[in-house]
């Protein structure tokens, strides 16, 4: 990335969602030594609202993350409050399968088991390496969790193993394994109207997004995306060639610069590729590329990109992007046998 490229301040965007977003103030929590707890959903059965892998932090009286509808997320805090200041781990076991759970006690109506690991943050120490590692796209975060206070976390080449006490609850010899799946990755290729909703909403589903634009009338959107860089797309290709993307979208509303974008990913590995602006513009872009760039692009490219969900104008299209990029994500979590 060459002196151009843009971090943006996190205080300048809103807040992540999903694992992202819970692991990013878990990651904060640590760097600051707050007294915080993690709750990972090890295991589930039947129909529940979250499945394993899912992730929620609680601490200083504020919560990141849902494991439930709300219902269940009281006796979490509470129990999470005693977790961070013993540095025990505790587990939660809920279970609303019986007909009784419909009209008593949480009153969840969901059919299902949740298996609750609650990890007090601060008996980690270092664990927050991992975190970045993941948010850097370095693989999925594998985290092994024992009813005997052993926990292991990996990713990559990396794996470090804590001991940690336990509360009685956590009695036995029983293991439970979760990965996380890296957070998905968009590159985009041109800002424009529907900028300023889609960035935050993928930001909102977790999203790591990095605008590439130079025209000086859309780079205030810049501010919208993680990583932001005033090059063109070819060069923008080579300062992230060692990092991979999910899906690239190319949405300039300028012609010129579209047909070099999709000539710059002709030669890109990138699986997604997305197009803005009807079929006869497509197929009129088509023809200024060479044939080798058409053949490249044709099996990837998806155009019109978006989801058929009606409505009209910048913000309609956004929410269809996204819906279509979230299509992309089909097992964010799995359980580990």
């Known amino acids: 990335m060459d002196s151009r490229s843009v971090t943006v301040s996190s205080s300048s965007r809103p807040p992540a969602g999903g694992s992202r977003g819970v692991l990013e103030a878990a990651f904060a929590a ?11 959903v090890m295991e589930t059965e039947g129909s529940t609202y979250v499945r394993p892998g899912a992730l929620a932090l609680f601490g200083g009286g504020a919560q990141v993350g849902w494991l439930s509808g709300g219902c269940l997320e009281p006796e979490i805090a509470a129990r999470a409050e005693v977790v961070a200041r013993d540095g025990r781990i505790e587990w939660m076991d809920v279970d609303t399968r019986d007909d009784e759970d419909l009209l008593a006690g949480s009153a969840l109506g969901c059919r299902g088991r949740l298996h609750i690991a609650l990890l007090p943050l601060p008996s980690l120490m270092g664990w927050d390496a991992f975190i970045a590692a993941w948010r850097n796209g370095e693989g999925r975060l594998r985290l092994t969790v024992s009813a005997d206070g052993s926990v292991e976390s990996e990713i990559g080449g990396s794996m470090r193993r804590w001991q940690v006490a336990v509360t009685a609850s956590a009695a036995g010899a029983t293991t439970h394994h979760v990965e996380i799946a890296a957070p998905p990755t968009v590159l985009v290729l041109g ?3 529907e900028t300023p909703m889609l960035l935050p909403l993928l930001r909102s589903l977790g999203w790591m997004t990095t605008l590439v634009e130079r025209r000086p ?17 070819e060069s923008a290709l080579r300062s992230f060639a060692q990092r991979a993307f999910d ?13 070099e974008a999709l000539a710059a990913l002709a030669a890109s590995d990138i699986a997604f590729i997305g197009l803005l602006g009807p079929v006869r513009r497509r197929e009129d872009l088509f023809r200024m590329l060479s044939a080798d760039e058409r053949v490249a692009l044709q099996p990837r490219l998806h155009s019109p990109i978006g989801l058929k969900l009606g409505g009209h104008g910048p913000e309609a299209i956004a929410l269809s992007i996204a819906a279509q990029l979230q299509t992309l994500q089909q097992q964010p979590y799995r359980q580990v046998p």
């Open 30 to 40: 640590m760097q600051h030594g707050a007294a915080a707890t993690l709750a990972v």
């Open 191 to 193: 800002a424009g109207p």
């Open 217 to 233: 009338r859309w780079r205030l959107l810049a501010a919208a995306a993680d990583v932001a860089v005033e090059q063109m797309p």
């Open 247 to 259: 899906a690239a979208l190319v949405m300039h509303h300028n012609f010129e610069l579209d047909r």
